[in-house]
């Protein structure tokens, strides 16, 4: 069974651009989770998608959204990119809340 | 503010012998709580959880303690393996029964298994 897929692995993007990081879940898994992870400190908590219904977010500003699609895959949307963007995105799927399982995530690096 | 910690930022254990990695956390309402280890270049791998109405939840070499009152949470690992040697985040939520999660981490422990 394939685990939770991320693309792209690696993105370069320059200031003010605008980033989509796509993600498919587990087959059958319902809850999608984005997470923010910075160098040396742990996963920060972005979104939360369960049955296509956004049922939480973090304390990220609005340049970040986020969708989830009938097949359960996902889609996290940044615009006007800033330079602490840059860190490793990570999606995590579940049957039903709890991110159990991750993706190796996309590195984005904002030049 | 950092609702979730883990004050220790590395540590060495010898091959064979038990490895305990600690966390504490400020939010009483946190009622579901989760270990990951992570290896460079990998996303998050899930070990272990445990739900607030409990006090201990084992699965193979791994068990994690809460203590409630205290606020605290560890992870042993017995005996430690080299193939241990990653990094370690303890993790929260308030599942309130619901499938809403808002996991918050801590920044992470970073373990070394000498052989």
């Known amino acids: 069974d394939a685990g939770v897929t991320q693309s792209p692995t690696h993105l370069i993007k320059t200031r003010g651009q605008q980033v989509t990081l796509r993600c498919s879940p587990i087959?059958?898994?319902?809850?999608v989770s984005w997470y923010q992870q910075v160098l040396g400190q742990g996963p920060q908590f972005i979104f939360q998608y369960y049955e296509k219904e956004e049922r939480g977010r973090g304390n990220f500003p609005d340049r970040f959204s986020a969708r989830q699609f009938p097949n359960y895959s996902s889609e996290l949307n940044v615009n006007a990119l800033l330079l602490g963007d840059s860190a490793l995105y990570l999606c995590?799927?579940?049957?039903?809340?709890?991110?159990?399982?991750f993706g190796p995530g996309t590195r984005l690096t904002v030049l | 503010d950092q609702q979730v910690k883990q004050n220790s930022p590395s540590l060495s254990v010898q091959e064979g012998r038990i490895s305990i990695l600690n966390c504490d956390y400020t939010?009483?309402?946190?009622?579901?709580f989760l270990w990951y280890k992570k290896y460079p270049a990998e996303g998050p791998t899930f070990l272990i959880s445990i739900s607030s109405i409990k006090d201990k939840n084992e699965d193979g070499r791994f068990t994690v303690f809460l203590n409630k009152s205290a606020k605290h949470l560890s992870l042993h690992i017995v005996p430690s393996q080299p193939g241990d040697s990653a990094v370690y985040f303890c993790?929260?939520?308030?599942?309130?029964?619901?499938?809403?999660?808002?996991?918050?981490f801590g920044p992470g422990t970073s373990l070394s298994v000498i052989p």
């Open positions: 993790a929260a939520s308030m599942r309130g029964g619901t499938s809403y999660d808002k996991v918050i």
């Open positions: 995590a799927s579940s049957l039903a809340g709890g991110p159990k399982f």
């Open positions: 939010n009483s309402m946190f009622d579901y």
């Open positions: 087959s059958g898994h319902k809850s």
